[in-house]
């Protein structure tokens, strides 16, 4: 069967990894998106046009990571790899730790699906393993597929996830500065062991967040320390590590976004979400900017121009 002339339409949100105690685990889907349009041609190869975020930047070609994405969700599926032509709006801020990677990721992998539809039959466990086989792991990739917060661990036989509904009560605050930090850099600051109170610490506070972001809100202030990651890397980016600990100082739940520069405060309501930009604005030293969120309870979603039902 041709899949030529066939099309899908991906929206993708932005995610917050970590959330300060629950490195490499805990991830929250946000409500900033990126969205990609895919049309299969008659012709091998493909063309990109990137609109926003990246433009200029990002790859044009099959080197793309939507691109090699959906190329990849197709080897692994056994099918042969179309040529495309592909429109990406880019919302979601690059190397600031808000998942842009993740979400070029999921972006190519639900495009492949939509492409398929009614011809390979992918389940969501398959999208979870095929997109942290790309990603390398499961924390950002999990909500940018299925939205809310999650819960990623590793299997013998692959990925697992579990999705939980946040509370109504918990408002979302991210500053995203003008500079960027690799992830890599950032991963490289880690020791390879910590002290055992500071595992415990952490155990302690991982636990408590899932309760705060899902029952408690008041408890967030306390479930979001951290002794695991957030310390090691502060000297990559001073600005961040110097405005989550005034944030923290004021008592609100401020932590680093994924791998940084960016903040994530998870506000119990929004008059303290309020309070929070007020205060950010008025000590920090460097133009930031501040976007006032909720948590994205869908994941990533599609519209196929064939008929295929959304995700």
Do not use: C
């Amino acid at each position: 069967m041709s899949l030529t002339g066939r099309s899908v339409t991906v929206r993708v949100p932005a995610t917050s990894a970590n959330l300060g105690p629950g490195f490499d685990t805990l991830g929250l889907a946000l409500s900033v998106y990126d969205e990609v349009t895919v049309t299969v041609r008659d012709q091998p190869g493909a063309s990109v046009d990137v609109r926003g975020v990246g433009e200029g930047i990002v790859p044009t070609d099959e080197s793309n990571l939507v691109v090699r994405s959906l190329a990849h969700t197709f080897e692994v599926l056994g099918r042969p790899v179309p040529g495309v032509d592909l429109i990406a709006n880019n919302v979601i801020p690059h190397g600031r730790g808000l998942g842009s990677s993740g979400a070029a990721v999921v972006a190519g992998i639900v495009a492949a699906q939509g492409l398929l539809d009614g011809i390979v039959d992918i389940d969501s466990d398959t999208l979870l393993r095929i997109a942290t086989d790309l990603e390398g792991h499961p924390d950002n990739v999990a909500p940018a597929l299925f939205g809310g917060l999650t819960i990623a661990w590793m299997e013998e036989d692959g990925p697992q996830h579990k999705k939980l509904l946040v509370h109504r009560g918990v408002s979302p605050l991210v500053f995203v500065p003008q500079h960027t930090l690799s992830t890599k850099v950032a991963r490289s600051l880690q020791p390879l062991s910590v002290p055992h109170e500071d595992a415990v610490f952490n155990v302690s506070r991982s636990a408590l967040l899932i309760a705060a972001l899902t029952q408690s809100p008041e408890l967030l202030f306390a479930g979001t320390e951290d002794r695991l990651h957030q310390n090691y890397r502060a000297s990559a980016m001073p600005e961040t590590g110097r405005m989550v600990t005034l944030l923290r100082s004021h008592g609100f739940a401020a932590v680093v976004s994924g791998a940084g520069p960016s903040i994530l405060v998870l506000a119990d309501g929004p008059g303290q979400r309020l309070e929070a930009a007020e205060l950010f604005a008025s000590q920090s030293e460097t133009a930031w900017e501040s976007m006032l969120l909720t948590v994205d309870v869908r994941g990533a979603s599609r519209s196929d121009a064939n008929g295929g039902s959304p995700t």
